[in-house]
């Protein structure tokens, strides 16, 4: 089955690290584009980073630049979001999101979501 | 950055009905422009890309339009799964950005 299952989520107190992976299957991962995409609680979408298909393209909103590392392991099929200082807006469910090809950045396969909760 | 704003935030619709959906940008962005739709507990769904490209297993009632910075979402007859929440999103420039969404419920 082609999917993608993200995990690391969990409840970290402002300041702290939590790290975000996200496992790929059914299809050869090393070819495609990825991003991560967050969702506060009952808010819209927001594009957080962006890899490329061999790594040495990466990308990311402002308001993470610095504090968060996207990477990927193609020999593990597997995304990674390492987020530091992380603060009480950082609070979402966060997704991760396959590129439909490497030229065409709209995301044709999303994982359901891992949650992340900043509190004290 | 490229701001996207939809219209209207919310829509009361009856199954059958035809709806149109807008997507405005704050400047051109060609034809590089997503929709996707999001039901209540689920990742989005990719509905159309490049603005009028319907994805792979998206019906044929939805279709899109436009280029610059007006485009538009049509369902041309809505069934009740299509009950949801509907985003546009750009990708002409970094960084990638969402429109608010708008959602469409049942009248």
């Known amino acids: 089955e082609v999917q993608l299952v993200e995990s690391g989520g969990g409840l970290v107190k402002p300041g702290g690290s939590l790290r975000l992976s996200c496992a790929a299957s059914?299809?050869?991962?090393?070819?495609?584009?990825m991003k991560w995409v967050r969702q506060a609680p009952g808010k819209g979408l927001e594009w957080v980073s962006f890899?490329?298909?061999?790594?040495?393209?990466?990308t990311y909103t402002d308001s993470v630049r610095g504090r968060f590392t996207i990477s990927r392991d193609n020999t593990k099929n597997s995304l990674y979001l390492q987020m530091n200082s992380l603060r009480a807006d950082d609070t979402a469910l966060y997704y991760c999101?396959?590129?439909?090809?490497?030229?065409?950045?709209?995301?044709?396969?999303w994982g359901q979501g891992t949650l992340v909760t900043v509190s004290s | 950055e490229i701001v996207l704003t939809q219209s209207p935030a919310t829509l009361s619709l009856s199954p059958g009905e035809r709806v149109t959906l807008s997507c405005r940008a704050s400047?051109?962005?060609?034809?590089?422009l997503t929709w996707f739709q999001q039901r209540p507990g689920q990742a989005p769904r990719l509905l159309i890309y490049?603005?009028?490209n319907r994805a792979t297993g998206i019906p044929a009632r939805f279709s899109g339009s436009g280029s610059g910075t007006d485009f538009t979402l049509t369902i041309s007859s809505l069934e009740p799964e299509d009950f949801a929440v509907y985003y546009c999103?750009?990708?002409?420039?970094?960084?990638?950005?969402f429109g608010g969404g708008t959602k469409v419920d049942i009248k």
């Open positions: 999101a396959r590129d439909l090809s490497t030229v065409i950045r709209a995301s044709d396969l």
């Open positions: 059914g299809f050869t991962f090393r070819i495609y584009n």
């Open positions: 890899i490329n298909d061999n790594g040495n393209y990466i």
């Open positions: 400047r051109s962005i060609g034809t590089y």
């Open positions: 490049d603005a009028f």
């Open positions: 999103q750009q990708r002409s420039e970094w960084p990638l950005t």
